[in-house]
């Protein structure tokens, strides 16, 4: 008489990705109500639609920090809703997208705003008849020029209406352009950039700024920033980050082997932990990287606001997608001994969100070393402190364009000059 073992179906990777969105969204909105009242949040709801979102634009100071939440809620809900509207299957990708458009509607995404480039995004895919699924990348990461449609609507002597319009066709016309853009631009980089639609939105908002200068007009970018800790800013994210461990350990069955095995991948986009190592271990090194990310703010000194806690959570959806604290360590210390060696401390804005958005040149450090990293969190440091006004503060992965260049200018020397690299692609 044979013995069968009984043995557990796999996980169900979409299908778990899919709910843990969907459960970050409902924790953003909940925790917006749990901090506001709601006739509060409707005001703030208001005043983030109706105020220029030029960067650097914290919505804890503009509206309050539960209606900052809840404006995240209600953008990270709309960008799941996209997604299961076209269907795109829920990976690592996926979840990565879906972070960051959270964590950016805290600083300059709100859901008018970032509704036109979906419009462009789906013209694009009838165009060259494709299904829109492909291009879910384009629909949601193109909104890093959401800043450009609240230029348009709030702007000019144009009535109301004919203003928004004219938003709607600027916001869709970039969405349409911005495709062809990336793709190039991704061969620029060749991946070793995790932000990939921040360096082709800051090269499309240089030009676009520029233009505009040329012309007599003048921009101007923006710091509004709130400084300090508040507590259940801290309590939010300390329970996501366990909350993310703790249930990416039980899809592991206790294993934490599973999750360090996560580490023997460099990083170089595209790659998807939920994919090559299960929804289980990416959750797990999501979580790390929220500690990470957190620790590293909390060891400076630093500030817990709209910007800093949208790069928290940023680094923590980038966690299913291309960053470990393997890859990662090496660029925030490049940062944090630039922010020693330049003007500005490690407590300043641009200090913070480039130790923090810098790990975009993960790649880096994991494909060639960590010394290699260091070297791009200097680099990154001091490109990113000159990158935003040239681009008129339209670009709100401002860091992803220093990132780009960044990125363009180590791989290209160090595979000039490194023997063992020289045939790295």
Known sequence: ???RRAIAPPPNNAAIS????????????????????PGN???????????????LTDYFVIGSI????????????????????????????????????????????????????FLGVWLYSRIKGHPMARYTNAALFSTTLAPIVSDLMLHGSFPFIVRMAVALLGGALIGYLIIPLAEHSFSTHMGYTLFNYGFAGGLMALIIASSI????????????WQEGLPAPVLLYLILLIVALTLAGLWLCGWNPLAYLRIMRHSGRAPTDFVITDGVGAAMVNMGAMG??????????????????V????????????????KNTIPVMAGVFIASHIMIPSNTDPGMQLAALFGTALAPISGQFGAHYGVLAGLLHAAVVLATAAPCGGYNLYNNG?????????????????????????
């Open 291 to 308: 500690l990470v990310s957190l620790g590293y703010i909390l060891l400076i000194g630093g500030d817990l606001n709209g910007p800093v």
């Open 401 to 425: 364009f220093a990132a780009g260049l960044v990125a363009l200018v180590m791989v290209s020397m160090i595979q000039g000059v490194s023997k063992r690299w020289r045939s790295a692609d």
């Open 41 to 55: 949040i409707l005001i703030g709801l208001r005043e983030y639609i109706l105020c220029e979102d030029i960067l």
């Open 1 to 3: 008489m044979s013995i």
């Open 213 to 224: 200068q040329a012309m007599g007009g003048s921009i101007e970018t923006q710091m509004i």
């Open 310 to 325: 949208g790069a928290i959570l940023t680094s923590i959806g980038f966690g299913a997608a291309g960053e470990h604290p």
């Open 66 to 117: 539960g209606a900052a939440f809840v404006n995240a809620g209600l953008v990270t809900l709309i960008s799941i809703a996209l997604t299961l509207w076209i269907k795109t299957p829920y990976t690592g990708s996926t979840i990565a997208m879906i972070f960051l458009m959270g964590g950016f509607a805290l600083f300059g995404k709100n859901p008018v705003n970032i509704l036109p480039f």
């Open 18 to 37: 899919k709910y843990m969105c969907v459960a970050f969204g409902i924790s953003l909105i909940a925790m917006g109500f749990a901090c506001e009242s």
